[in-house]
Structure formats: structure tokens, C-alpha cells
């Protein structure tokens, strides 16, 4: 990308405040810092976060909406993954940037 500023349409601009939305959760971004080590179903990522099934599914449809996580199908389970590493990278400099002294 160039130093150039880019015009921001409607539709630009709402994805990006939805991204931003998606990061302004505590629990959405437990979830995503979890995915980044690894890929999780439903119930590794509730146990894990220590959340019920149903929040951690309610969070995973809005990230799945915004295209921030992917699933795969192995048999009858579900396995959920970054699908964004732009965003992903984002919120490992937000993290680095909040434990930085």
C-alpha cells in the first residue's frame, strides 16, 4: 500500500467498525488469542475459557459473520481457526502494545 490516503466508501467503513466492534469484546478476544495457538471446537474453547457453549457459539457466529474465523467439518465436530491474519495481527500488536511498560 502507498502513503496515499485511501477514499473510505460505506461499505469500507463498516467493515472496519464491525472489525473494530469484534476486537472491543473481552470475551471475543479471548477467543481469537486462544485460536491463534491453535484450532479449537466449541467445547475445548468453553472449557478452556471457562465459558458455557452456548456464549462461546453466540461469539463464534459474529466472528464467522466478520470473516475473523473459519471452520472445518471432522466427522460430527467443528473445528474453528483465524480466517483473518491481518486482524490477527492486530490484536497481537494491541496485546504487545497493553503489556508493554
Request: proline share 2%; with cysteine.
Amino acid at each position: 500500500m502507498t502513503n496515499e490516503k485511501l477514499d473510505l466508501d460505506e461499505e469500507t467503513l463498516f467493515i472496519v467498525s464491525q472489525t473494530f466492534k469484534a476486537l472491543g469484546d473481552p470475551t471475543r478476544i479471548r477467543i481469537l488469542n486462544l485460536l491463534a495457538d491453535r484450532e479449537c471446537s466449541v467445547s475445548e474453547i468453553a472449557d478452556a475459557l471457562h465459558l458455557s457453549q452456548s456464549t462461546v457459539s453466540h461469539q463464534l457466529r459474529f466472528l464467522k459473520n466478520l470473516r475473523l474465523v473459519k471452520f472445518r467439518r471432522a466427522g460430527t465436530s467443528i473445528f474453528y481457526s483465524p480466517d483473518d491474519q491481518h486482524v490477527m495481527a492486530l490484536l497481537r500488536q494491541a496485546i504487545h502494545h497493553a503489556c508493554h511498560d
